[in-house]
């Protein structure tokens, strides 16, 4: 009988801990990025409905204090979320961007509402588009390497993502030539 109270202690410490990982292999084909992911869903295991693919942390070039994250970001649930924020330890801030083109002009200002993604909708932040800004490096991210980036959801909440760092991140999406990071 005392072996049966241990295990079902045991039992629901482990229910309260419902933080959820799981790992897939990943290949990114032409831009040269293969790579395990782990995904953390948070206490709620709330994420079911949100699919991600195609992240990469571009890494850190020259002396820049800065880099930028990408992902795209289906929404395969029933209910609308949002992408309020994101965090990374290898940064003092991290934020949202959006890019736009003002004729030759390109803009880059904050997303201070974030992302909205609709049921069926995905977005796609990537190279020359909308990104997540990773500001004040404390950790330089080096090609081939990981760091995890922590996405806020408003209702999936917080979901963590084990990025491959590349030079070249998402090559084959956008030509980045002339363009300064």
């Known amino acids: 009988m005392r072996k049966l109270l241990i295990v079902a202690a045991a039992m629901l410490v482990l229910a309260g801990c419902d933080s959820r990982t799981e790992t897939s292999k990943t290949?990114?084909?032409?831009?040269?990025?293969?790579?395990?992911?782990?995904?953390?869903?948070?206490?709620?295991?709330?994420?079911?409905?949100?699919?991600?693919?195609?992240?990469?942390?571009?890494?850190?070039?020259?002396?820049?204090?800065?880099?930028?994250?990408?992902?795209s970001i289906a929404n395969t649930g029933k209910t609308p979320d949002r992408l309020v924020s994101a965090s990374c330890a290898c940064a003092k801030t991290?934020?949202?961007?959006?890019?736009?083109?003002?004729?030759?002009?390109?803009?880059?200002?904050?997303?201070?509402?974030?992302?909205?993604?609709?049921?069926?909708?995905?977005?796609?932040?990537?190279?020359?588009?909308?990104?997540?800004?990773?500001?004040?490096?404390?950790?330089?991210?080096?090609?081939?390497?990981?760091?995890?980036?922590t996405l806020n959801f408003e209702k999936a909440g917080a979901v963590t993502l084990h990025m491959p760092v590349s030079s070249a991140p998402l090559a084959s999406d956008s030509d980045m030539s002339g363009m300064k990071m």
């Open 27 to 71: 290949v990114v084909s032409d831009g040269q990025v293969s790579a395990t992911t782990r995904v953390t869903a948070n206490a709620d295991g709330v994420h079911s409905g949100l699919k991600f693919t195609d992240y990469a942390v571009r890494a850190a070039l020259g002396i820049n204090p800065n880099t930028a994250a990408y992902v």
């Open 94 to 149: 991290a934020s949202l961007h959006t890019m736009t083109m003002h004729g030759t002009m390109m803009e880059m200002g904050d997303a201070k509402d974030g992302f909205p993604i609709a049921p069926g909708q995905t977005i796609a932040l990537k190279p020359g588009g909308d990104h997540i800004m990773l500001m004040g490096l404390t950790q330089r991210p080096q090609d081939g390497g990981f760091v995890d980036v």
